[in-house]
């Protein structure tokens, strides 16, 4: 193996370890009462987290594809909100913008939810977000007591 498929298989490797870890706080995140409904809040917001980008726009495939191939090695099935945040937690990580989004869909007399990443369309799953209406973005500074 040449130097640089080696560097490239030790990257790739410490990014999969770094999606899996994320997966792991994303949910227990959103088990915890206390801070949970803050930092969906900052998740769902495009306001000061997001840095400015140093990488290209490959990136966001790279750890969109990290964090589903991680979510399979968890004891515990990852759900799209824990997906969906650590997505948005790596991405905000590297200066990437990302804003999480929340949406409904009503069929009968169920109501359905789904989160993803806002931003392009990158997983085979994208076409589901269609069926979805999104939650309004909220205004983390409007929501934070003075």
Known sequence: MKSSDISQHVSSLVLALEAWWALLRASVVIRIPFGRQMILRRAM???????????????????????????????????????????????RRRGLPSRLEVGCRREGSQLFFHAWVAGPRILDLAAEEDFFGAFAPVSYQSIVPA
């Open 45 to 91: 917001n495009t306001g000061t987290m997001t840095r400015p980008a140093r990488q290209e726009d490959s990136a966001e495939l790279v750890i969109t594809k990290a964090v589903c191939q991680s979510a399979r090695f968890h004891p515990k099935v990852m759900t799209c909100l824990e997906q969906s945040l650590a997505t948005v937690w790596m991405h």
